[in-house]
Nanobody, 124 residues
Framework: QVQLVESGGGLVQAGGSLRLSCAAS????????VGWFRQAPGKEREVVAA????????YVADSVEGRFTISRDNVKNTVYLQMNSLKPEDTAVYYC?????????????????WGQGTQVTVSS
């Protein structure tokens, strides 16, 4: 079992930055793929970024390329999403998810464990 808790969300002005954290419990987290997803009101959940078990392989969506960075610290059992140059269209609930696989995963259906989400609101 893996339990995930997101933190770091909040209200920020356009152009600002936030760093989201996804803290995990469970011994298998260090060998799990992790993804960050977001869901805005009235929209489908979409992948934002993903990282493999070691952190050496990452993916970021085109919509956030160059602005968001995903990283992980397996000693701390935590995955981070650094978000810079935030835009109003980044406003959403952000979720982290984990899957007990070593490779990179970008589809929400691939993930078995989800956090409760953290709200990110970007004002114009």
């Amino acid at each position: 079992q893996v339990q995930l808790v997101e933190s770091g969300g909040g209200l920020v002005q356009a152009g600002g930055s936030l760093r989201l954290s996804c803290a995990a419990s469970g011994r298998t987290f260090s060998s799990s793929a992790v993804g960050w997803f977001r869901q805005a009101p009235g929209k489908e959940r979409e992948v934002v970024a993903a990282i493999n078990w070691s952190g050496y392989s990452t993916y970021v969506a085109d919509s956030v390329e160059g602005r968001f960075t995903i990283s992980r610290d397996n000693v701390k059992n935590t995955v981070y999403l650094q978000m810079n140059s935030l835009k109003p269209e980044d406003t959403a609930v952000y979720y982290c998810a984990a899957d007990r696989t070593l490779g990179l995963r970008t589809l929400s259906n691939d993930y078995d464990y989800w956090g409760q989400g953290t709200q990110v609101t970007v004002s114009s």
